[in-house]
């Protein structure tokens, strides 16, 4: 997870860098998917996410040659940011509803 603030003013911006980012990590192994999310109480305050296979997976991907430069753009649009890192433990999905049944 990657907390981010970014003023009004650069919010075009950041999610067209987010954007550049994630058709070039849509390629990379083991990554899954990403999301990037706003606050409802505070716009300037966001979240992106990243889900891959395994953790080797994206610290392999974080560590690479080029992966400062890919996200360069992003973070030059923000005013603060923290990263924090963790392992899924238990995941609940809604169940499947049975064919026919309302």
């Not at 999610?15 to 999310?37: E, F, S, T």
């Not at 891959?52 to 610290?59: M, P, Q, T």
Request: aromatic share 8%; with cysteine.
């Amino acid at each position: 997870m990657f907390f981010l603030t970014v003023e009004e003013e650069a919010q075009d911006r950041f999610l067209a860098a987010y954007d550049r980012i994630c058709a070039n990590v849509a390629d990379v192994p083991g990554h899954v998917m990403d999301q990037v999310c706003q606050s409802l109480a505070d716009p300037r305050e966001w979240v992106i996410t990243s889900e891959w296979r395994s953790a080797e997976d994206f610290l392999t991907w974080e560590s690479g040659e080029g992966h400062r430069e890919l996200a360069m753009p992003l973070v030059a649009e923000t005013t603060s940011r923290r990263s924090l890192r963790f392992a899924v433990r238990r995941e609940t999905r809604q169940k499947a509803q049975k064919a026919g049944s309302r």
